[in-house]
């Protein structure tokens, strides 16, 4: 998809890194009865200080990146949709690009994650939410999607009419 847009013009070549948003000592894949347990949970919130601390870090020392906010996104589906949101929206220092699709309620409230709402009319390039009108999730989006508009903050609100699956994720 990536490299179709790119050759398209209309993106950019990029650096696309995918990392498991998961910080588990076992990140195999986990079962039904383990996934929303506390312990998996804080594997997901362990996620952010590594990736602002090892990860990035790691990623400018190894690929030629422009390391400067202007230059980086994050964007995730679902948990990694929240994790996403919460991690651009409260690293606008790091993040101007940001996108959650289908965000989980592990999405933080838009008044914890936008408490000075001129400083991200100012520092984003681009706040993309999308979620399908059919995914038992959209409550979460369209929670956000209230706050931002209530505080002028610019965003792109994308609802289809799909479910919390790929046909949703694919148009987006």
């Keep these: 998809m990536l490299d179709n847009l790119i050759a398209s013009g209309k993106a950019v070549p990029m650096i696309v890194v995918m990392p498991n948003g998961l910080v588990l000592a076992d990140d195999s894949p986990s079962s039904a009865d ?35 906010r ?14 996403a949101l919460n991690i651009g929206l409260g690293h606008l220092d790091t993040f101007a ?24 009319r100012r520092q984003l390039q681009l706040l993309y939410l999308s979620c399908g009108s059919k995914d038992g999730l959209i409550a979460v989006s369209q929670t956000l999607h209230r706050y931002l508009k209530q505080h002028d903050i610019l965003h792109v609100w994308n609802v289809d009419e799909y479910g919390h699956d790929r046909e949703s994720w694919a148009d987006s």
């Design 97 to 120: 690009w940001i996108a959650g699709f289908s965000s989980a309620p592990n999405t933080r409230p838009g008044e914890v994650l936008l408490h000075e709402p001129a400083q991200a």
């Design 70 to 83: 202007r230059q980086r996104a994050v964007a995730g589906l679902s948990i990694g949709g929240g994790q």
């Design 34 to 68: 383990r996934i929303f347990t506390l312990t998996h949970v804080d594997g997901f919130t362990r996620f952010e200080p590594e990736l602002l601390a090892s990860l990035i870090p790691a990623i400018d020392r190894s690929y030629p990146t422009r390391a400067e």
